[in-house]
Structure formats: C-alpha cells, structure tokens
C-alpha cells in the first residue's frame, strides 16, 4: 500500500481509506459485528489505515461505538475521520430516515458533539475531524475557529470540511488551517473537478473522494438489481426508472472495457478517481473482504494515457444520469449538484 500525506499534517494516510458507511446498514441489512471486525483486521493487514465515519451513521449513533472494541487495541494504526453536524430531531433514532436530521455547527454544539464521539469512540483524540455539513445559520469562520480550539486542546488533530463550496473553504481556510475536504466524486459525479479539486490543490489541502464507486453504480454491483426498501439509495434520483437503466448501461460499458484491461470495474473506476490528482484519497466503503482486497489492489494500477481517453469516450457516450441526492437530502447543501 501507498501512503499520502494528508494535506500539510504531516499525518500519513493510505492511498486508499475505508468508508465505513456500509457497516452501519446504510445500504440495507445491518453488518453482523463478527463481519464487520474481521473486515476492519483485513484492512489493517493489507495497509488501508484511513477509516472514515461519522457519528450520525447507523441507528443512534452506533457507528462510532461499533468502532470502540477495536480501536482499543489497534488505536495507533488507525487514522480515524469523523464527522459533526447531523443531529437527530426528538423521537427519531436513524438519521438516514427523511427528516429525522437537522444541522447544527455551532461553537457550543462543536465541543459538546466532539465529546460525545470521544466517549463513543473509546479514544481521546479524533485525527481528522470534519464539518458534516455546514449549517447556512453560522458563518463558516466560526465553525472552523472552534473546530480550531479542539486542535489546540489535543482532541483532534486536523480539521476538514465535507460538501462545501469553494467559497467556504476559502473562507474557513483563513480561520484555520483545513487539512481535508470531503465530497462525492466518482465517474457518475464527477463535478468536483470543475472548482473544489483544483481550489484543494492550490491551498495544499487534501480532496477525500466520498462514494467514490457511486454508491455501486460503476462498479457493476447494480446492474441486474434495485435497491431494496430500506436501502438509501432506494430513494436517490439516479437509482429510480430511466435513470437507473442509463446508469446500468454506463456501468455494463465500464465493466466490458474494465475485463479488458484484466481489471474489475470497481478497480478501474478506483484508478480513474486516484488519477485526477496525488492530492486526492478515495475512500471507497464495502463490507466484504473480498472487494476489499480488489479495491485495495487499485492504488497499485497506473492508467495511461489511452486509457484515460477510452474512458472518457464511454462517459461522453454514456452520460450519467439523474441528480446524486432528492430533495431531503439537497435541503443539506447550499447548491444542488
């Protein structure tokens, strides 16, 4: 496994993390916890050390506590993200139910939630700790400047901010020093590049793809099924009708020209992400080891130059369609993309 500098931290992270969104049954049926350890063993063995989570995954905040067991005795060969910002309204219990979540980025709430996912967590410091999203009630300099205050009191090491504008990170950059930006990027949402890769590169800031396989879009997991109920994807715009059939058709080419060049299509799509710039760490989640172990193999492939142009051929021939989040989910965001 390669390793990467995480921004200017000086905090070394694999190519390749670990989303650990799946385990939280986001996609459907909870993980059993026995599967879900030994795929967090495995990931340490072959190399993958950058686990990304958050403390509004899985049914009242169990995500975190999922992690507690392990962490206490692998702490030190884990760069472990969270995320704040998503609370739970009263009465609801999963925040990936519509309109169980609402934002809040204030100062007081910051040291309150870092807190509450150190206890969960079962560590005493957090190494890269996010803004879920930014709450359009509070400027983002004071979100930052006190997520700068958990720096300066030892319980996290480094900010970032996920789903931001490049205007906020502009912004909040000025206040405090970020060392990651997350946000969805893959072949089926690939608008990032237009602004906030680019805007990342030149501030020396880290660009953490999220949902880098499109939720299972590219990587052919979605060609002959539907999301069941339950499911998050199951009410998201490109997994519905029309456009799923023209994402299944976009995944079907990538999958054909994938086995041509002996990869799988998570593998080259995994390889077409990391080949948009060194400054950008995919972040792809699964619960089976196997497609771990084939996900991981991806930051050893090296694209060439017809590769890249042949891929994007397929795209511009098979245009991704229907927009990545419904009205939910877009409420969260200052701009729908």
């Not at 969805?184 to 999220?210: T, W």
């Not at 080419?253 to 994938?258: K, P, V």
């Not at 390889?271 to 991981?296: D, F």
Request: charged fraction near 25%.
């Amino acid at each position: 496994m390669k390793y990467k500098e995480l921004g200017r931290s000086e905090i070394w992270v694999s190519a390749l993390g670990l989303g650990l969104m799946p385990l939280a049954g986001t996609y459907g049926a909870s993980v059993e916890e026995s599967q879900g350890y030994n795929l967090l063993e495995e990931a340490l063995e072959l190399g993958i050390n950058f686990w990304d989570t958050a403390d509004i995954y899985g049914v009242d905040y169990s995500g975190e506590k999922f992690l507690a067991p392990i962490l206490k005795d692998r702490r030190e060969e884990v760069i472990l993200a969270t995320k704040f910002g998503f609370c739970l309204k009263p009465g609801y219990h999963d925040g990936f139910l519509p309109n169980s979540t609402y934002l809040n980025t204030r100062p007081e709430y910051i040291h309150q939630a870092v807190d509450a996912s150190l206890l969960r967590l079962g560590t005493d410091y957090i190494d890269l700790y996010y803004a879920h999203r930014l709450d359009p009630q509070v400027p983002v300099e004071e979100t930052v400047g006190a997520m700068g205050e958990l720096v300066k009191a030892g319980k996290v090491k480094a900010i970032g901010l996920s789903e931001c504008t490049a205007e906020d990170l502009l912004r909040g950059n000025k206040e405090y020093p970020i060392t990651a930006v997350e946000s969805e990027f893959s072949l089926i949402s690939s608008s990032a590049r237009e602004e906030i890769i680019p805007l990342c590169l030149k501030l020396g800031v880290s660009f953490i793809p999220f949902a880098p396989l499109g939720r299972g879009l590219v990587s052919s997991q979605l060609e002959s099924k539907t999301p069941a109920e339950g499911d998050f994807r199951s009410r998201l715009p490109r997994f519905q009708g029309e456009s799923l059939e023209r994402n299944r058709k976009l995944s079907r080419e990538l999958r054909l020209y994938a086995e041509r060049l002996g990869y799988t299509a998570a593998q080259l799509s995994l390889a077409w992400v990391m080949a948009q710039g060194e400054h950008l760490i995919p972040i792809p989640g699964t619960s089976r080891i196997e497609h771990l172990k084939k996900n991981a193999q991806s930051a050893e492939i090296v694209l060439s130059e017809e590769n890249l142009n042949r891929i994007n051929t397929i795209l511009r021939e098979n245009p991704p369609a229907g927009e990545r989040y419904g009205e939910n989910e877009n409420k969260f965001l200052k701009r729908k993309v």
